[in-house]
């Protein structure tokens, strides 16, 4: 048979050759495509988008149970045979994965056993509270790791002012990634809304090189307090312009710059006010009780004696031999104690006055004013001589002859116009007047007046018709046309 091969393969031409060799490696080729095809697996994705240790915590568990996985995208991906994948989420699922670290101290803290301390409990609850707000921050694009540290105090009846709770949460963020503001004011009122009492100031946020991240002031409280301290540096000023105006020409030759400083601090005191000698009245009540206990039972309770004598059934006197006297009921009666009472109650009225006084929501600390006037401010100039003037006389022959001697008459030198030239005397009366005006409620600041002369910038040099020429006007002018015409083309 492997001859008449050989001889049947001789015999062909070289064509023939060519094509029989291209057909088997086509065959071949077509058979080893199918087993590949059916050897071949797809896979879906599980979990993706998860932290290096959550998701060495899934491979460990995939590793565990034999199960197929592959990794894309540096370790983000985790990949699993397609059929198998409902199958393996369930399973992680009932792991308590990827969210395993969380949902355990949960767990625990429900199923903690009886006798269990009130302080095992707290620390429980701390620790599962900050392993649920590390997983949320970490869910933040861009933060890789976190760690959040809750200093919650316990409640105690002891002391007056409980102290704040506070917060601080460590990031370690992803490289070449740094947080917006908006980002870092999210992620402290996140925190601040998780736990009772604890306001957003008191979250500190750091990154992994310590550096602290501070949340733009963005929040209600920040746009009021914005808002309270313009309202008060423009209600100054208008004061000031309204004052100064009509002495320097009119608003447009004054400019007023207001910079106030508000103190957001509130002020409680409670005070107890005791008199001269404190006391100053005493209230005495007393009481008496006099009367005999003939009528009263005396003695020891549940003893005979107890009972008042009844009529005697045997003569009182003795016989003659008896040398004792003879006593009579009433003589006998007479010799038992009287009951006396008498009470002394003292009731003393001290001077005591009990205040409360609660500071105003906001105090003005400082106030910095700013004032330039447009003008100048010049030394007093003394009275100045008008010169000689020549006095035109006629003389005999009708022809003027000019005198020798004229009249000196001193003219005292005009004010400078308003708005122009300043003395140091208006100057220091203007800054005293603007002291005086702001000296009731903002008793510190600074007043700084100044004359200088306002300058007008010189009218640009007009441009030539080509350099007026803008290239988006053009196009602005031109757009649509163009468009039109790639419109009509297509």
């Not at 009263?296 to 040398?323: D, E, V």
């Not at 700084?448 to 803008?470: E, G, M, N, V, Y």
């Amino acid at each position: 048979m492997p001859i008449r091969a050989r001889q049947w393969w001789i015999t062909r031409t070289q064509q023939q050759k060519l094509l029989i060799s291209g057909g088997g490696a086509f065959a071949l080729a077509l058979a080893f495509g199918g087993w590949e095809l059916s050897q071949q697996t797809d896979y879906a994705i599980v979990y993706s988008g998860l932290s290096p240790s959550m998701g060495g915590n899934i491979i460990a568990a995939l590793q565990k149970d034999n199960v197929p996985f592959r990794l894309l995208n540096n370790g983000d991906l985790i990949e699993v045979p397609k059929a198998d994948a409902a199958r393996v989420r369930l399973q992680l699922a009932e792991q308590g994965l990827p969210a395993r670290a969380t949902s355990t101290l949960w767990n625990q803290l429900q199923n903690e056993k009886l006798g269990t301390s009130s302080f095992v409990e707290h620390t429980t609850y701390l620790r599962a509270l900050e392993s649920g707000l590390a997983r949320d921050i970490r869910s933040i694009h861009g933060v890789e790791s976190a760690s959040v540290t809750l200093a919650i105090p316990r409640h105690t009846p002891f002391l007056e002012r409980m102290p704040v709770p506070k917060a601080a949460v460590t990031l370690h963020l992803m490289p070449g990634v740094t947080l917006s503001h908006e980002q870092v004011f999210g992620i402290t009122h996140l925190v601040a809304s998780s736990v009772p009492g604890l306001h957003a100031s008191q979250v500190t946020v750091v990154d992994q090189s310590g550096q602290a991240l501070t949340a733009k002031a963005t929040g209600a409280e920040s746009s009021t307090v914005l808002q309270l301290q313009r309202s008060v540096e423009k209600s100054y000023q208008k004061q000031v312009v309204a004052l100064l105006s009509p002495l320097v020409g009119g608003a447009k030759n004054l400019r007023v710059i207001v910079d106030a400083n508000i103190d957001l601090s509130h002020h409680q005191e409670s005070s107890i006010t005791y008199g001269m000698g404190h006391v100053v009245t005493a209230a005495v009540q007393s009481s008496a009780d006099k009367g005999n206990m003939s009528a009263t039972a005396f003695g020891i309770p549940g003893a005979l004696s107890n009972q008042p004598p009844g009529a005697p059934s045997a003569p009182i006197t003795a016989g003659a031999t008896s040398a004792a006297p003879q006593m009579s009921l009433a003589e006998i009666q007479a010799m038992m104690p009287r009951s006396s009472k008498d009470q002394q109650h003292f009731h003393y009225v001290l001077d005591k006055t009990v205040g409360f006084r609660k500071g105003a929501p906001w105090r003005l600390r400082t106030l910095s004013i700013s004032v330039l006037v447009n003008g100048k401010e010049v030394a007093v100039s003394p009275p100045s001589v008008s010169p000689v003037a020549p006095t035109v006389s006629v003389g005999k022959k009708g022809k003027p002859a000019v005198s020798k001697t004229a009249v000196r008459k001193p003219i005292l030198s005009q004010p400078a116009p308003t708005g122009a030239e300043f003395t140091p005397q208006v100057m220091t009366t203007l800054k005293k007047m603007v002291s005086n005006a702001i000296h009731a409620s903002a008793p510190q600041g600074t007043i700084d007046i100044a004359a200088i002369p306002f300058r007008t910038l010189a009218p640009p040099p007009p441009l030539s018709w080509w350099q007026k020429i803008s290239p988006w006007a053009v196009w602005h002018q031109i757009e649509w046309f163009l468009l039109g015409l790639i419109a009509l083309f297509l």
